[in-house]
């Protein structure tokens, strides 16, 4: 079974950049997802990429302002945040997918981390 363990959440400004990073215990070669729940809200797909990390897949929302990026050599992906937003204050959970498509529910997930909490201030 594979752990993730995230890190490189907090408390930012309006308008700032965070850079959550997730550490894998393996290596993945699978979709691999980063997802948000904000309080009271549902988890939602935030951005997504492929095993061979060819292709990366994003909501609407955080289109042109997060990049979804994986190192395979150190077992990571990252999640570069840019001009964030009150909006954007939730908790950020990375996840692998036993799919080899590019899946947006979190059931086509199967293994989450403990997620990291990203705090905008606005």
């Known amino acids: 079974q594979v752990q993730l363990v995230e890190s490189g959440g907090g408390l930012v400004q309006a308008g700032g950049s965070l850079r959550p990073s997730c550490a894998a215990s393996g290596r993945t070669f699978s979709t691999m997802g980063w997802f948000r729940q904000a309080p009271g809200k549902e988890r939602e797909f935030v951005a997504g990429?492929?095993?061979?990390?060819?292709?990366?897949f994003y909501s609407d929302f955080v289109k042109g302002r997060f990049t979804i990026s994986r190192d395979d050599a150190k077992n990571m992906v990252f999640l570069q945040m840019n001009s964030l937003n009150a909006e954007d204050t939730a908790v950020y959970f990375c996840?692998?997918?036993?799919?080899?498509?590019?899946?947006?529910?979190?059931?086509?997930?199967?293994?989450w981390g403990q997620g990291t909490q990203v705090t905008v201030s606005s």
């Open positions: 990429i492929s095993g061979s990390g060819d292709s990366t």
């Open positions: 996840a692998i997918s036993g799919s080899p498509w590019l899946p947006r529910s979190p059931s086509q997930y199967r293994y």
